[in-house]
Antibody, heavy 123, light 113 residues
């Protein structure tokens, strides 16, 4: 059974760099299943925003509004993928979810989600 | 970017009654080449991640009760809960995957009247 679990520091200071990890169990992130994986965030009380995705081969795709500050990368040996977010501000306070892109397309619905990790940006 | 607009923002429906949520995209999300609408619906209960209900605008994800149905094409879509149950209280989101960036609607909160 595929499961994802996001983890992170919980609290970061403005202008710092945030790094989140998503641990995947029940599937290989870089194997022959050809899956894509994604980060999505949700500010408190607000809607959902797709941040970006990474493929089984390490190719990455980002939303244009965040592209200059965001990097998604993976570590196949740990079966994890990561979100690195530079120069965070209070506006980046949100629950960050990792999810699997439904197999079949690079851009698709998200069919398996992790529980999410809350990140607060505050001094 | 494709903007997804949902209506209403919230609705209260009696148990057993029908709930209807609308989603409008600022651009067409229908691909003529494969005759598919690149539109999904999610349910998010309090404190939980979203759950995929519907994809290709009208295909139910495995395990989703058949009281949930999706319809529409092009730019106008609807999620219908045919007989509202207490466990359906949640916020519902639409999402387009026609083109990047993938975008979501603002959400519709469904409550019991």
């Amino acid at each position: 059974q595929l499961q994802l679990q996001a983890s992170g520091p919980g609290l970061v200071k403005p202008s710092e760099t945030l790094t989140l990890a998503c641990t995947v169990s029940g599937a290989s992130i870089s194997g022959s299943d050809y899956y894509y994986w994604a980060w999505i965030r949700q500010p408190p009380g607000k809607g959902l925003e797709w941040i970006g995705s990474i493929s089984y081969s390490g190719s990455t795709y980002y939303t244009s509004s965040l592209k200059s500050r965001v990097t998604i990368f993976d570590d196949a040996s740990k079966n994890q993928f990561y979100l690195r977010f530079k120069y965070v501000t209070a506006a980046d306070t949100a629950v960050y979810f990792c999810a699997r892109v439904k197999p079949g397309l690079k851009e698709n619905a998200f069919d398996v989600w992790g529980q999410g990790t809350m990140v607060a940006v505050s001094s | 970017d494709i903007v997804m607009t949902q209506s209403p923002d919230s609705l209260a429906v009696s148990l057993g009654e029908r709930a209807t949520i609308n989603c409008k995209s600022s651009q067409n999300v229908f691909y003529h080449s494969n005759n598919k609408n690149y539109l999904a619906w999610y349910q998010q209960k309090a404190g939980q991640p979203p759950k995929l209900l519907i994809y290709w605008a009208s295909t139910r994800e495995s395990g989703v009760p058949d009281r949930f149905s999706g319809s529409g094409s092009g730019t106008d879509f609807t999620l219908t809960i045919s007989s509202l149950q207490a466990e359906d209280v949640a916020v519902y989101y639409c999402q387009q995957y026609y083109t990047s960036p993938l975008t979501f609607g603002g959400g519709t909160k469904v409550e019991i009247k």
